[in-house]
Nanobody, 120 residues
């Protein structure tokens, strides 16, 4: 069974930095696009950043220049480096991955989320 486990969330002051990690485990044959989403209280979940298996990236406009997504294919892990954090970045951050696991089907998996709180 495939699992995605996020880590690295916490409380930080505005202007500070955090680095989120998400490791995929289980029977995994290949991982395609990996990404980070977030959901703030009372708001819909939104895409923050994605990275393909080839390293192409895409970002939410409001985080461009502040957040950097990267991945380590050998470790089945995706990272999100968040700098110059703002109060409005406060949310639960979820990891997402499209991968082929033991079922030999290309499926999308989600982590359970990690809370990022930015104080003013």
């Amino acid at each position: 069974q495939v699992q995605l486990v996020e880590s690295g969330g916490g409380l930080v002051q505005a202007g500070g930095s955090l680095r989120l990690s998400c490791a995929a485990s289980g029977i995994i044959f290949s991982i395609n696009t990996m990404g980070w989403y977030r959901q703030a209280p009372g708001k819909q979940r939104e895409l923050v950043a994605t990275i393909t298996s080839g390293g192409s990236t895409n970002y939410l406009n409001s985080v461009k220049g502040r957040f950097t997504i990267s991945r380590d294919n050998a470790k089945n892990t995706v990272y999100l480096q968040m700098n110059s954090l703002k109060v409005e970045d406060t949310a639960v951050y979820y990891c997402n991955a499209g991968l082929v696991g033991g079922g030999f089907r290309d499926m999308v998996y989600w982590g359970k989320g990690t809370l990022v709180t930015v104080s003013s």
